[in-house]
């Protein structure tokens, strides 16, 4: 397996703009987590998913924020608008099950101007 | 409310020295105590994990020591290297409570 797949690895935006990030986790890897990495703020959680399904989405900042999981093998992030603040590095981690490894995928560096 | 606190927030330590980063918790449900580390440019990355059933756990140069009735458990690093350098977390998990990362611990492991 090629790990944790997301995309694009780099994303520069204007301010008001959509943006989406997509992340293909591991197969057979049941629970799906999205995370921001700032200075600031260190390494968040935002949602995740068991079975395609949010479980838990209290770390989503706000509205502007959506994630969904369509299929076992690929989930997205939205934002909608951005904001300069919502500039970080993103995270999509895949794991077997509560309590396991999980494995992350290379980030998606977002940058708001 | 602040589940897992990390310390020291930074680290550095000599090359062929002992690194010494510390996790508390709070939640007694946890039962997976793993430490990730992470690069520059790169995701975390499972670097040793520990259960409760044990009180330490080694591989190679990493010792993990988990105290279950203080709830904290600590990263032991002998004989750092400087490729050692990176970020460390905690990140306790388990009793299907979602994974909460320590804010990390930047350690440099200087020549």
């Known amino acids: 397996d090629a790990g944790v797949i997301q995309s694009p690895r780099h994303e520069v935006t204007e301010m008001g703009q959509e943006v989406t990030l997509r992340c293909k986790p591991i197969?057979?890897?049941?629970?799906l987590f999205w995370y921001r990495q700032t200075m600031m703020r260190g390494l968040e959680l935002l949602i995740y998913?068991?079975?395609?399904?949010?479980?838990?989405d209290s770390g989503m900042p706000e509205d502007r924020f959506s994630a969904k999981m369509p299929n076992a093998s690929f989930s997205t992030l939205k934002i909608q608008p951005s904001e300069p603040r919502d500039s970080a590095v993103y995270f999509c981690?895949?794991?077997?099950?509560?309590?396991?490894?999980?494995?992350f995928g290379q980030g998606t560096r977002l940058t708001v101007v | 409310q602040q589940q897992v606190k990390q310390s020291p927030q930074s680290l550095i330590v000599q090359k062929g020295g002992i690194s010494i980063i510390n996790c508390a918790y709070e939640?007694?449900?946890?039962?997976?105590f793993p430490w990730y580390q992470q690069f520059p440019g790169k995701g975390p990355a499972l670097l040793i994990a520990?259960?409760?059933?044990?009180s330490e756990k080694k591989e190679g140069r990493f010792t993990i020591s988990f105290n279950k009735s203080a709830k904290q458990f600590s990263l032991h690093i002998m004989d750092s290297q400087p490729g050692d350098s990176a970020t460390y977390f905690c990140?306790?998990?388990?009793?299907?409570?979602?994974?909460?990362f320590g804010t990390g611990t930047k350690l440099q492991v200087i020549p």
């Open positions: 998913f068991n079975n395609n399904v949010p479980i838990d």
């Open positions: 981690a895949s794991s077997y099950g509560v309590g396991t490894e999980a494995f």
């Open positions: 990140a306790p998990s388990g009793g299907y409570q979602k994974v909460t």
């Open positions: 520990i259960r409760p059933d044990v």
């Open positions: 939640n007694t449900a946890f039962d997976y």
């Open positions: 197969s057979g890897h049941d629970y």
